[in-house]
Structure formats: structure tokens, C-alpha cells
């Protein structure tokens, strides 16, 4: 007779302990019965079992098993709500050679989560999903799930679920089988002794599909929740397989690891420093970065209004950018509707020596105005003081204010006359330097050629910039003596 | 009538500070040898403790277990015919 030796113990891919909190640190967070801590168990015995515990990296979800990170002795990212396997996608990509499993419940992944699920399994994403369904929401308090069967009573189902008003329950499973790409699909439950071992198996399988480099592996489980169901753990098991396991048939729905096709391998992903050459933020020789605060102070809340076409949101990131070339503090807000051309258009611009508060200009100090219903809209909101340039010959009549800085000139002509009718927010660009000395010349310039793509247009833009100048140069009102026109 | 003079097939240890005294592992059980304690342990619950002896080894309280080291199994290594002749038992 020989002795006794261990053979089912504590797994190595749990920590020694969890140091969630001071107290309870050998215990998991979980209540007394919870499938979770099953599935927990089975998982961890497949990555001993596979030896992957220094590759595995898992991705916990939002709800009861949000702190599996506590618990797993491998990498961990905890994701937000549902976005599990776009999360796993990332990692998986970024580091083909680690093992990656999406552990998410059915509220995570098959409610807010069901985009991410489905396109991840779609794509063919070579990781791993554990989908734990108790058809409940367990840690929001027992709020129906998308998987809770017809007629069960939740605190959002109070009489009980009605097919005609939530719908049927949601079967990921058999939808995931629809799609092309998985490999394998198999529905476990933890409903009896046989059941779990069957589960363990299933759950080693996928494992080891994504070790072997199979594809997406999705494996459900039907899973008890003895707190929110109100029952005792041994019945909650009963229900696992008596009705869960009803609405939910358990079997294999697909394996495709027999005929499935080696994935051909990641492109290794680029160095980091190589990132802005590859989205051509590098022209050539090295820009020097602003430095140092820049010598005037200077708060501006710009408001460029006009309708979409006419270069509204360009003029607005030219200052934008003018400015933080200028060392200032520089935000850029755009706000239009979902018109490329005509609809209103507007943007917020601020340019401050100081860091910036809002983004948002209710009320700006310098107006840009490039049609009439733009300067109707946002003159009233002018600050006393401010500046207003107008796109016309003149301000209507019943539009004018005593109490502010104005210019009206017909910039949309003056382009047109250029040969190139959409100059006009360039002019007016020039316009605003020569009349207020805002920026420098050369920080403009230097905006525009990262701004303006094409050698054509940042040629005629400079030449707008010259245009608008002279205009203001042949004024006859006196310019700013004192700076900005006192803003 | 057997004469229960052989060693069990098995044995577990059980971590009482570590149960949550859910139970399953009682009703999982193929020889019936779990039971829950009536002391309670720190936290509370009544353990889930070994009678003694009838363990065969098999380790599925091991897999219904929730926590993750709730229980130990150990077994007995045997000789191949002492095997067979305790699977014909």
C-alpha cells in the first residue's frame, strides 16, 4: 500500500493571497455557492495544466468578477463595461505570443457588451472567452439580464419576464454560430459533479485551441447565483440544470479545430518612436518644440462662425495652432452639424498665457463672423470692447454695436477676385493680424504649412494672408495704436 | 460483510477558515463522507469537515469547491493490482 500524495490542490495560478483588502485575504469576494469561483478554479487548473501561467494575460470585466485581478496570479487589465474582448483583441495583437482570455459575465457581454462580442468572434480574434451567464445581474442587486428566461421575476421584471415587453432571452451562443470566424463554441453548465468536470474539460480545450493558435474560442456557462436567485447553493445548482440548462441547451456547438487554419502572424507592431514618423507628423528636419511661456499675456475667447464650406473650423485651428506655436495655452472646439457643406458652422478657439478653463466661448472677445445670420447669432454675446470682423460690405444697419471693435469687408470677394473663392477665411485670417498684431507672422506661416496638405493651397493661403493685409493697410480708420485694440 | 481493515483510497483536508459553508461540496460528494460542522468557524459559517474516513480520492469536492483552496485531495499511489482489485471492491 503506498502513501497518500496531493493531487488536487490550490492552483499555482492563483496569487498566495488577495490583497483586495486588510481582511479576508485567502478568500475570494464571492458568495458562498457562486459559480464564479468554480469557473475560477477550472481556469486556473487549464493554465497550470497548459503551463501558461507567465504568458496568460486575463481581462476582467466589469461586474461580480471585476476584481479577478486580485485573485489570478498572471496579467491582468480590468476593462470597462463590455469592452473585454476589444481590450483582449489589443493585447492579443500587441503581444501575439501571450494567452489571452475575456472573463466576462452576461450583463457585461451580452448586454452592453454585444458589439464588442460579436465582432471580436466575427473577426476571429485567436483568444480565449469565458461567458459566465447566471441570467441575472448579480452585483447591481438582481436586475433582469438579457439571458434571464421568460417569466423569471427580477427587480426590473417584477412580473416576471414577458416575452412581448424584454424579449426572449439571448442566446450568444447559437448567435456567435452564425458567424463565419470561430473555431470553437461550446455551451458547459455547473449544475452537477458530472456537469463541472465536463466544464473543466471544455474550458482546458479553449485554452489550449488558442495555445495551439487555432482562433476565437468561446466557451458559455450556465452558472448559479444562490444570492440573487434566493436560493441555497445546492438548489441554486438545481436550477443550473433543471431550467437553465432548459433555455439554454448544453453541448458543443461548433469545433472547428480540426480543419482550422493557422492564423498567419501578427505583424510584429512598430517602435514607439517610429509612430510619428508613420502618421507623418515628421517633415524632414526636427521642429523645436515652443518653448517657454510666451512674453505677452494674452486670454482669448475667438468665435469663427459661418456655414460649412467656407473654411469656418480651418481658420479656427490655424489660430489654434498660430497660438500654441506661440508657447500659449491653445484649445479648439468645433461645433456643427453633420453637413460636409452649407449648414451652420462654428468653432470655439481660446489662446491664453494662463491654462485654459473651458473650452467653450459663450462669451467670446474676438468674433469672426462669415455670414450674416453668424454675426446676427453671436454679436449680441460679444464682450464690450471686443473685436468683430464681418464678411460684407457693410454691417447691416440693424445690426451694429457702438460698444465694440468693428470691420466689415468683403473677404469672399476680395478671394474671389483672387481666383479662389474659398481664400476668403484666409483674408480675413490676415485681416485680423494686421489689424490687432494677435500673432507673429511666422507662427501663422508655420501653422499653415502643417495645416495645409496641399504645396498648391498653402501657396494661395499666403497669398490670402498678404490680401487681407493690404485691405486693412488701405482703411482709412486709425488701427490699433494701443495693442489688440485694447482687448 | 467486508471488513473494513484497508486504508481509504484517499483522504482531504479541508480549510475550515477558508469555507463559506455553501454546502456543495456535501452534496457532491460520491461516498457521502462531508458534512457540515454545527461550531461555526471565525467568520461565521458552519465548515464543511471530513467525517474521517470513506474518502475514495476522487476530487470532485475539489471541483465544486468555489474557493480556491478550499480543499486538498490526496490519494493513495497503489500497485496496478491493488487498484484493480479495489476498482472490483
Known sequence: MGSLTVTHERADSFFDTFERKAELQHQTHYCPGCGHGIVHKLLAQAIDELGIQDRTILISPVGCSVFAYYYFDVGNVQSAHGRAPAVATAVKRSRPESIVVSYQGDGDLAAIGTAEIVHAANRGEPITVIFVNNGIYGMTGG???????????????????????EGFPVHVCELLNSLEAPVFIERVGLGNNKQIMNAAKVIKRAMENQVKGLGFSFVEVLSPCPTIWKFNPVEAQRFVREEMAKVFAIGNLRDR????????????????????????????????????????????????????????????????????????????????????????????????????????????????????????????????????????????????????????????HLADEMGESKAGNIIMLGALLEATGLLEEEQVIGALRRLVKSQRWFELDLKALECGREEVRKQPFPLAEDYLWGV | MTTNTKPDRGSVEMNSEECKGCGLCVEACPPKVLRLADRLNRYGYHPAVYAGHGCTGCGICFFVCPEPGGIKVLRRAMEPAAELAAACA
Open chain 1, 257 to 412: 479545430t480540426k480543419e482550422a487554419v493557422q492564423r498567419p502572424a501578427a505583424t510584429p507592431p512598430p517602435a514607439v518612436e517610429d509612430i510619428p514618423r508613420i502618421l507623418g507628423l515628421v517633415n524632414g528636419e526636427a521642429e523645436a518644440p515652443p518653448t517657454g511661456r510666451p512674453d505677452r499675456a494674452l486670454n482669448l475667447h475667438i468665435k469663427v462662425a459661418g456655414f460649412g464650406g467656407q473654411g469656418v473650423l480651418l481658420l479656427g485651428e490655424v489660430l489654434a495652432e498660430a497660438g500654441l506655436e506661440s508657447g500659449y495655452e491653445v484649445s479648439w472646439l468645433p461645433s456643427y452639424g453633420p453637413e460636409m457643406r452649407s449648414g451652420t458652422s462654428n468653432c470655439h478657439v481660446r489662446l491664453s498665457s494662463d491654462p485654459i478653463d473651458s473650452p467653450l466661448v459663450s462669451r467670446p472677445n474676438v468674433l469672426l463672423a462669415l455670414n450674416e445670420p453668424s454675426l446676427r447669432k453671436f454679436l449680441p454675446a460679444l464682450e464690450p470692447g471686443g473685436i468683430v470682423l464681418y464678411n460684407g460690405e457693410a454691417f447691416p444697419e440693424d445690426c451694429a454695436r457702438r460698444d465694440v471693435r468693428a470691420m466689415a469687408l468683403p473677404f469672399s
Open chain 1, 143 to 165: 436586475q433582469m439580464a438579457p439571458t434571464t428566461p421568460l417569466g423569471r421575476k427580477s427587480t426590473t421584471s417584477p412580473f416576471g419576464r414577458n416575452q412581448w415587453t
